[in-house]
């Protein structure tokens, strides 16, 4: 069975940081990307960056470049998105998704190109 957990989400103040992991288990972990997406009320989901599993390769959306890393660790299936310089319109439910090789590259931060999905973690940025 394919399970996406995702943790780490909270409330921060502006400017501050938080680090969300998603743990992956019931697939080759290998031959993915896996992509986190966010979602505010009201609004539709959004792709925020992902990692290619099969040769590491990384993609941002515009508005986090610069303060949001992605890693991966394959040896404990784990993707990890740090978040840094957080702002209020950060805030959302934070998903991460998995999806199966192959793909296209320039659709990786578009959620029909996933398979999988987590639960989804909140995260609340405020002034």
């Known amino acids: 069975e394919v399970q996406l957990v995702e943790s780490g989400g909270g409330l921060v103040q502006a400017g501050g940081s938080l680090r969300l992991s998603c743990a992956a288990s019931?697939?080759?972990?290998?031959?993915?990307?896996i992509g986190w997406f966010r979602q505010a009320p009201g609004k539709e989901r959004e792709g925020v960056s992902c990692?290619?599993?099969?040769?590491?390769?990384?993609f941002y959306e515009h508005s986090v470049k610069g303060r949001f890393t992605i890693s991966a660790d394959n040896a404990k299936n784990t993707v990890s998105l740090q978040m840094n310089n957080l702002k209020p319109e950060d805030t959302a439910v934070y998903y991460c998704a998995a999806s199966e090789y192959p793909w296209d590259y320039l659709d990786l931060l578009d959620t029909d190109e996933y398979n999988y999905w987590g639960q989804g973690t909140q995260v609340t940025v405020e002034l």
């Open positions: 990692i290619t599993n099969t040769d590491g390769s990384t």
């Open positions: 019931g697939f080759t972990f290998g031959d993915y990307a």
